[in-house]
């Protein structure tokens, strides 16, 4: 099975601050036919999750463009570029890759300095 | 507007079952696979079933395989989820969602609490 690791589970962040968040996989997200099902998501107290990011770095439409997403492979990040107050709660990695089973990371929170 | 709406969580008692709906509208149901996630007090994400654009093929982690059936009725843009032998451990809410266009749309969820 697929295990997908976030680093930090928890990052602390002054209003401005720029972070990135890892998420590295136990298999290669790389399907045969050409994409990466790897995704991140956003909950925000209370809510439901949000898609942010799609297939490693395409913007979901709506979604502020100082969030980006890189990587290939087993290794993927997201990027806040300023970070605001709307933008806090839990970040989740997902994907999609394996046979549609799919498996989410443990969730990273971005809280507040 | 896209919408899902759970419905059919609540309280049962241990080795009972219960019934989940999601009633879809704003976007051709039929056209995407979809998913139930679940996520338990305090917790995670964690995948428990999808079902393919027909509901032919369906998939299931090992934690309810054999126990929790996913089907769906294109006709009525309706996601169901058969939960059977439930155990302390399904306690959760549960929320459909879309993995078919990378999971973009999610409903308000529905508690689903197991206990004596």
């Known amino acids: 099975d697929v295990v997908l690791t976030q680093t930090p589970p928890t990052l602390s962040a002054t209003i401005g601050q720029s972070v990135s968040i890892s998420c590295r996989s136990s298999q290669s997200l790389l399907h045969s036919n050409g994409n990466t099902y790897l995704h991140w998501l956003l909950q925000r107290p209370g809510q439901s999750p949000q898609l942010l990011i799609y297939?490693?770095?395409r913007l979901e439409s709506g979604v502020p463009n100082r969030f980006s997403g890189s990587g290939s492979g087993t290794d993927f990040t997201l990027k806040i570029s300023g970070v605001e107050a709307e933008d806090l709660g839990v970040y989740y990695c997902?994907?999609?890759?394996?046979?549609?089973?799919?498996?989410f990371g443990a969730g990273t929170k971005l809280e507040l300095k | 507007e896209v919408q899902l709406v759970e419905s059919g969580g609540g309280l049962v008692q241990p080795g009972r079952s219960l019934k989940l709906s999601c009633a879809a509208s704003?976007?051709?149901?039929?056209?995407?696979?979809m998913a139930w996630v679940r996520q338990a007090p305090k917790k995670g994400l964690e995948w428990v079933a999808t079902i393919s654009t027909s509901g032919s093929r369906t998939y299931y982690p090992d934690s309810v395989k054999g126990r929790f059936t996913i089907s769906r009725d294109n006709a009525k843009s309706s996601l169901y989820l058969q939960m059977n032998s439930l155990k302390s451990e399904d306690t959760a809410t549960y929320y459909c969602?879309?993995?078919?266009?990378?999971?973009?749309?999610w409903g308000q969820g529905t508690l689903v609490t197991v206990s004596s």
């Open positions: 997902v994907q999609g890759t394996h046979a549609l089973m799919y498996t």
């Open positions: 704003g976007f051709t149901f039929s056209n995407y696979y």
């Open positions: 297939l490693v770095s």
């Open positions: 969602a879309s993995p078919g266009n990378w999971f973009a749309y």
